[in-house]
């Protein structure tokens, strides 16, 4: 195989572990593998660095160290918040209120509780992806235990007006719940300034490691256990703890959270560049999600008349790594329910196209996308019944 | 995702036959943009042999591979031996589809067939 350039513009699916991550979590990979519940130094040692790790997550998160719990994903945070809340407030009332663009570890553990006998609301978001604040006062009953609504979309980047919700919860005595997977080190997250009871994070997508998370839980917060056992995690989520990943994402979160402002404006330089460039050269052609309130380094893009797996089968032969909403990426008939919630017809949301840039990348990288996407698409569309060339 | 076969990429990334025939014998379409899936097959025939076959497709790397390699198929045959070609005969020409992907190559075999009854209406023979 000849040497080919690579660049990876699909962030929002994973990153790359940073090397200093990395080695903070070495040791406790080799010689420092103590059980953290033992009392002899080895298992002290290793206890010592879970606390050391929870401290740097509740300060980047500005939360107290004893509200933060460590899972095993940031699918499971989700999991945890919504069954956790739901099962210890079901004699207050078993309505749950949410948004129809969550992620599918919110909607589907949603759809698990209706079976069990709860009642959700799914509130519709506008075109370019915002909750709409109207229906979502008109959807809260006395019943309702909890709003969970994301604070930045995984395929379209919107940013939620979570303080505003917040404001709205907090009036009816509602427990608030956030995932804010995508958000965390892209945009400040501060869980007194949104005003959240619960929010989850995971670590591989802030350059850490994958099979961690964590669910901040306000003190206070009546919330049943997730996993049964021993007295991990406060006897809230039992099970020997994944010491390495832990300290893996307590420095990843730190890393992630130094300097956003600088980050962030790296991401959206490229970002912007990427949009402009591609609406520009391109004909029939949109971008999805709203203008400004997107994460700085989301890129979501439909091309008329053309399928997305094409688009990113052509763009994985020239050493682009993508993400698409189509059907066949999401190996259902129906594309993206995020692009579908924002009014796409069926085949503009096949169409679509996701980029999300990372540290790693340069204006190089983008110029690069610039010159390989056009013939791509127009190759593509050469070949649909759908376009017609004049 | 599980991968598709060298032959499934060789077809996607250089189809076989894309285009249109002017003044075809007969054309099929099926599919629809809802799921995602079109594919328009053009046939060029005489003495009841396809002499020539294109096709147009909207779709994923299943979809282009599976129409290219229809038209490889049916090219030469007679018009019976062309509806004899089943799904799995284009899948397994490809040397295989992944589970998701068997969809396509009924479509591609729906393709044929369509452009075949086209054919056959034009010329009074239904």
Redesign the interface.
């Known amino acids: 195989m000849f040497s080919m350039r690579e660049i990876y513009l699909d962030h929002a699916a994973t990153t790359k572990l940073k090397k200093e991550v990395l080695n903070t979590m070495l040791p406790f990979l080799t010689e420092q593998y103590g059980n953290p519940s033992t009392i002899y130094t080895l298992g002290r040692e290793a206890k010592k660095a879970i606390d050391k790790s929870r401290e740097q997550v509740a300060k980047a998160l500005n939360a107290k160290p004893n509200e933060i719990f460590f899972t095993g994903s940031g699918t499971e945070s989700d999991n945890w918040a919504i069954k956790g809340i739901a099962y210890a407030n079901k004699e207050k009332g078993k309505h749950i209120i949410t948004s129809n663009i969550e992620h599918h570890a919110i909607i589907h553990t949603c759809k698990f509780l209706q079976k069990e006998g709860f009642d959700i609301t799914y509130v519709p978001v506008d075109n370019e992806g915002i909750i709409n604040l109207e229906e979502l006062k008109m959807a809260i009953r006395p019943d309702t235990i909890l709003i969970s609504v994301m604070l930045a979309n995984n395929e379209i980047g919107t940013i939620q007006p979570i303080k505003e919700i917040s404001k709205i919860a907090k009036e009816h005595r509602i427990y608030l719940h956030t995932d804010a997977v995508q958000a965390v080190g892209s945009i400040p997250v501060d869980v007194e300034d949104l005003g959240v009871d619960l929010l989850s994070l995971s670590g591989h997508k802030i350059y850490g490691p994958k099979g961690v998370g964590v669910l901040y839980i306000k003190s206070g917060t009546k919330i049943s256990p997730f996993i049964h056992g021993g007295g991990q995690e406060r006897g809230k989520r039992a099970g020997t703890e994944n010491v390495a990943n832990i300290v893996g994402i307590g420095k990843a979160i730190e890393l992630a959270t130094k300097d956003i402002p600088e980050y962030s404006a790296h991401l959206q330089q490229l970002r912007d560049m990427a949009i402009e460039g591609i609406l520009k050269q391109i004909p029939h052609t949109r971008l999805n999600g709203h203008p400004e309130k997107r994460l700085p380094g989301n890129v979501n893009i439909s091309f008329e008349?053309?399928?997305?797996?094409?688009i990113l089968?052509?763009l994985d032969?020239k050493g682009i790594s993508a993400s698409s909403g189509?059907?066949?990426?999401s190996?259902s008939?129906d594309?993206s329910h995020v692009l579908l919630a924002i009014g796409l017809p069926?085949?503009i949301a096949?169409g679509s196209l996701r980029l999300t840039f990372g540290e790693e990348n340069t204006k190089e990288d983008v110029k690069y996308l610039l010159e390989t996407l056009p013939p791509i698409i127009e190759g593509l569309r050469?070949?649909?019944?759908?376009y017609n060339q004049s | 995702m599980e991968g598709y076969s060298n032959k499934v990429m060789d077809h996607f990334m250089n189809p076989r036959n894309v285009g249109e025939i002017e003044n075809a014998d007969g054309v099929g379409i099926v599919g629809n943009p809802v799921c995602g899936d079109i594919m328009k097959m053009y046939l060029k025939i005489e003495d009841n042999v396809i002499k020539d076959a294109k096709f147009k497709t909207f779709g994923c790397g299943a979809a282009v591979a599976t129409s290219s390699m229809a038209t490889e198929l049916i090219i030469g045959k007679t018009l019976e031996e062309a509806l004899d070609i089943t799904n799995s005969t284009v899948a397994e020409a490809l040397d295989g589809l992944p589970p998701v992907k068997m969809h396509c190559s009924n479509l591609a075999q729906q393709a044929v067939k369509a452009a075949i009854e086209d054919y056959k209406k034009r010329n009074g023979k239904k």
């Open positions: 008349y053309i399928e997305g797996e094409s089968l052509m032969s189509s059907a066949c990426t190996g008939l594309p069926h085949e096949h050469k070949m649909s019944p759908l």
